[in-house]
Nanobody, 120 residues
């Protein structure tokens, strides 16, 4: 089992940048594929980005492609989401998730979320 703690959220103006971090407990972080999701007020939680166990392969939702970058540091048990050119529609609670099966969209463990607010 793994515990996930997100950080780095906050208030930023449109066009600005933020970097989210997700720290994982345990010694088997490299055995999990990782993902980021987000949930805007009154909306469902949606996929944002995914990274495989080694960090060699990434996937992105079309809405963030070219603006967001997911990365990981297995030595530090941390996954990151670099968010550039932020838009008001990026406002949401952002969650990281872990997939022990290493499969995109199949995440068994979730963090508590971190709020990102983008002002226009």
């Amino acid at each position: 089992q793994v515990q996930l703690v997100e950080s780095g959220g906050g208030l930023v103006q449109a066009g600005g940048s933020l970097r989210l971090s997700c720290a994982a407990s345990g010694r088997t972080f490299s055995s999990y594929a990782m993902g980021w999701y987000r949930q805007a007020p009154g909306k469902e939680r949606v996929f944002v980005a995914h990274i495989n166990r080694s960090g060699s392969t990434t996937y992105y939702a079309d809405s963030v492609k070219g603006r967001f970058t997911i990365s990981r540091d297995n030595a530090e048990n941390t996954v990151y989401l670099q968010m550039n050119s932020l838009k008001p529609e990026d406002t949401a609670v952002y969650y990281c998730a872990a997939s022990p099966r290493g499969v995109i969209y199949a995440y068994d463990y979730w963090g508590q979320g971190t709020q990102v607010t983008v002002s226009s």
